[in-house]
């Protein structure tokens, strides 16, 4: 090992560290060395007669620290040092270092949560805030607390909050900092450009720094290492360097580029030619790329971003956070001076998101849940965390585990949940793979699985059945190594499932097909096409997705969707099976539900009544239903009145109860008791048009004898007229209390009539029946206005009386002649 490491001069103080407490955080800069200096120092321990585990967050990386290490010791890959990948292995008997990914580390300490023959765990890169990492380091700490108290582990990165780390280790868990090395980084600003296609951008921005690069100054002569969202990206911009830099090596550096390209991007060309690497976020951390001293930085990252309404993880490209920012930029400095150009403005630059949001807070956390309760916690929260797992997350989790048969009501796993952790997938590709495995098509499952997670894998296209047919003929070394994972995956499975069928059955009448095994892993994914074009679809789960009405999928009837990308309404798919119902009825019976349907038809204002078939939100068949569940329908109709409370009861009795302040027939009060009154009303009907005398009845029954005399006291339905004649009182007006009566009948009256406290607006009305005055002051109007109103009425109504004292007459609606007769 190169003694000028930077980490060398503090790995004194981490193997201290490491003896005492037994836990550390390392925080050591890009560059330093901890990568690969720390696990092999750790072999001369006293305490280490084990397996060292270095925790990689990406195959790349995993593989690439492997051979870095084995190299500087002159072995090769697999004997001291080994490493593990989900595609690919080197490890053996002698293998005392071990660099794998974080979920294979998961499934490992899951199924033995001593681990045997392991002293140490490193979380390398921790800062990148994996869900694996993060579940990895909970229940290593858990099984050091109960069970293994002379397990080491180190938590190592370039950026991450020491403090809070060591915190979560234990009060004694020491901070080691390194300091690295120092080299000159120069930053350029090339400002973004809104109007142009990134890939145009950057293709120009690469070109700017090749140029600018080639001469004298910060970064001359070096590699160029340009910074991608994604394979698509790095495609289209590799198309146009070619064109421009013919004689220039552009390689390309993703987790879909097979280990030998890796490899080569990760060296310095073999011919001392000058190149350039388009890589992803991949290179961000862990991998050093020999020769580089330039980098162009897009300023993107994508991220996958787990939608729970739609159940479907979908990649949504960001803005880079500073840290990552920064994290790229160094990449340029780490052999030497370095100049990194940036494809942003200097004064946005403070704007972007300080740290990447952790995976915990945005990823799918089905694995998670399941992993916790094969380990025996139901309750996440028991576990040390350094950012808990959202509890939305975590029920909505259990909810789709439930319907796998992986968890019981209470939250603990099953037999069939122990059978699908014990598969190195997550549940629903779990659950895929071995339904595959009991009807004899284990390895078309396991194909159709690793498609699904192996992007670019058999083309590009949403027709999964096209690709697989081309990955079948795929003879690249990825392709094939695909294949025997797949073909491992499914002798596992078919091993777990107790059967002897581990190869896809032949298409024959029998055979299960591949549509329904994808619906067996993911259920609420089956979807039935909307319209004509084939465009729009309504899966099982009751959400939208759109397809391509070009795809052949789109003539399909059924599908099952194994990926969509977007947002929960109309999501794109973007990977799919064709299905048929036949298929659905023979295969997926237990999903066929049959239910009595009981709704509101908005359009006939009424109650709805159908017997169904559905497959969940999926209607099969429908028909009337002749006798309906009549709780549920006085369960939507006392709904629908509580909506519609101020238009539906009669307004008048509710008026009069707001003047005279009965409480119990105040609107809130009658929606709180809905079940007391309204219930008995609507029973046995299917629509609101209760006949207005049962409303009032069934609201006049909620008051005692008191309150019904308190509201006929204090707001009495009618004014009895002097001359006997009776009219009702208006409540609901902005004028009330008020009514209407003709100004005869009022003769004699001489005290204002009143309303508890307040005075009754008369509306005094001709002997016609028209409108003459109101008046809240009965005694003025008689001394006041009554001259004009006698001398215009008396022309008009000639007929009937005008006297000049109306107080001191005798009410009477009669003509003059006829009162004077009865008068007389």
Not at 112 to 139: I, K, Q, W, Y
Request: glycine fraction near 10%.
């Amino acid at each position: 090992m190169p003694a000028e490491l930077p980490i060398h001069a503090v790995l004194p103080e981490l193997l201290a560290a490491l003896r005492g407490p037994g836990a550390a955080v390392l925080v050591a800069p890009p560059g330093a060395g901890k990568t690969t200096a720390v696990a092999p120092a750790l072999l001369g321990e006293e305490w280490c007669s084990g397996q060292v585990i270095v925790l990689s967050p990406r195959r790349v990386a995993a593989r690439a620290a492997a051979e870095r290490m084995a190299a500087l010791i002159g072995e090769k890959p697999g004997e001291t040092v080994g490493y593990m990948t989900r595609l690919d292995s080197r490890t053996s008997a002698r293998t005392r270092v071990l660099v794998m990914t974080e979920a294979i580390f998961v499934n490992r300490i899951v199924a033995d949560a001593e681990l045997p023959g392991v002293s140490a765990v490193l979380f390398d890169e921790a800062h990148e805030r994996h869900l694996d990492s993060d579940l990895g380091l909970a229940l290593a700490l858990e099984s050091r607390a109960v069970l293994r108290e002379d397990l080491r582990i180190c938590v190592m990165s370039a950026t991450i909050d020491g403090a809070r780390f060591a915190a979560l280790l234990g009060d004694d868990a020491p901070v080691v900092e390194s300091e690295g090395r120092a080299f000159p980084l120069e930053i350029r600003w090339l400002g973004s450009f809104p109007d142009k296609r990134i890939e145009d951008a950057m293709a120009a921005a690469v070109m700017t720094a090749w140029r600018e690069t080639a001469g004298d100054g910060a970064g001359a002569g070096g590699d160029l290492l340009a910074f991608l969202p994604g394979a698509g990206e790095i495609a289209r911009v590799q198309e146009r360097l070619a064109e421009r830099l013919p004689d220039t090596p552009v390689l390309p550096l993703h987790g879909q580029v097979d280990p030998a390209a890796q490899r080569a991007a990760l060296r310095r060309d073999p011919q001392g030619r000058r190149r350039i690497v388009l890589a992803t976020a991949i290179a961000e951390t862990s991998l050093t790329l020999d020769g580089v001293s330039v980098v162009v930085d897009s300023g993107l990252a994508r991220h996958a971003l787990f939608d729970k309404a739609a159940g479907t993880t979908h990649l949504v490209t960001r803005r880079a956070s500073q840290a990552a920012a920064g994290q790229r930029a160094g990449r340029a400095a780490r052999q030497g001076p370095g100049v990194a150009y940036r494809l942003w403005e200097e004064a946005a630059h403070p704007g972007r998101p300080a740290f990447d949001l952790p995976e915990i807070a945005s990823a799918d956390l089905a694995p998670l849940v399941l992993a916790l309760a094969r380990w025996g916690t139901a309750d996440p929260a028991s576990l040390p965390w350094i950012d808990p797992p959202p509890a939305a997350a975590v029920a909505s989790a259990r909810e789709r585990l439930e319907r796998l048969g992986a968890l019981d009501g209470a939250g603990r796993i099953t037999p069939r949940g122990e059978t699908l952790a014990a598969l190195p997938l997550g549940p629903a590709h779990a659950a895929m793979v071995l339904f595959g495995a009991e009807h004899g098509a284990a390895e078309e499952a396991a194909r159709i699985a690793l498609l699904l997670q192996e992007r670019g894998l058999g083309g590009r296209g949403e027709d999964l059945a096209s690709r697989l047919q081309r990955w079948a003929g795929d003879r690249s070394a990825r392709a094939g190594a695909s294949r025997k994972l797949a073909a491992r995956w499914a002798a596992q499975a078919v091993k777990l499932a107790g059967t002897d069928k581990p190869a896809a059955a032949d298409r024959g009448a029998g055979a299960v097909p591949p549509g329904i095994l994808l619906a067996a892993g993911m259920p609420d994914n089956v979807a039935r096409r909307r319209d004509r074009s084939g465009e729009h679809w309504l899966s099982a789960g009751g959400r939208g997705f759109v397809l391509d009405p070009a795809s052949p999928l789109a003539r399909s009837e059924w599908i099952a969707i194994g990926d969509a990308q977007g947002q929960a309404k109309g999501a794109r798919i973007t990977a799919a099976l064709p299905l048929e119902e036949s298929a659905i009825e023979r295969w997926l019976p237990e999903r066929i539900a049959r239910r009595q349907v009981v709704r509101w038809n908005e359009g006939e204002q009424r109650i709805e009544a159908r017997l169904e078939r559905r497959l969940d939100a999926i209607v099969l068949a429908s028909g009337p239903d002749p006798a309906p569940d009549g709780e549920a329908a006085v369960d939507i109709l006392v709904e629908k009145a509580v909506e519609r409370l101020g238009t539906w009861l009669p307004p008048d009795l509710l008026a009069r109860a707001r003047h005279a302040g009965i409480r119990a027939l105040e609107p809130g009060e009658l929606a709180a008791n809905a079940d007391l009154w309204l219930r008995p009303l609507l029973a046995g009907r299917r629509d609101l048009a209760v006949p207005r005398g049962r409303v009032v009845e069934a609201l006049l029954g909620l008051l005692d004898w008191d309150s019904r005399q308190a509201l006929d006291r204090g707001a009495p339905r009618e004014f009895v007229s002097p001359a006997g004649t009776r009219h009702a009182i208006d409540y609901t007006g902005d004028d009330a209390p008020s009514v209407e009566v003709r100004v005869q009948a009022l003769f004699g009256l001489e005290r204002h009539p009143v309303i508890g406290d307040t005075p009754l607006l008369l509306k005094l009305t001709s002997p016609a029946g028209r409108p003459i005055q109101a008046t809240r002051d009965l005694p003025g109007f008689w001394r006041g206005s009554w001259a004009e109103v006698k001398k215009e009425m008396k022309g008009r109504y000639p007929k009937h009386r005008w006297p000049e004292e109306p107080w001191a007459e005798k009410p009477s609606l009669k003509t003059r002649n006829a009162f004077s007769r009865g008068d007389s």
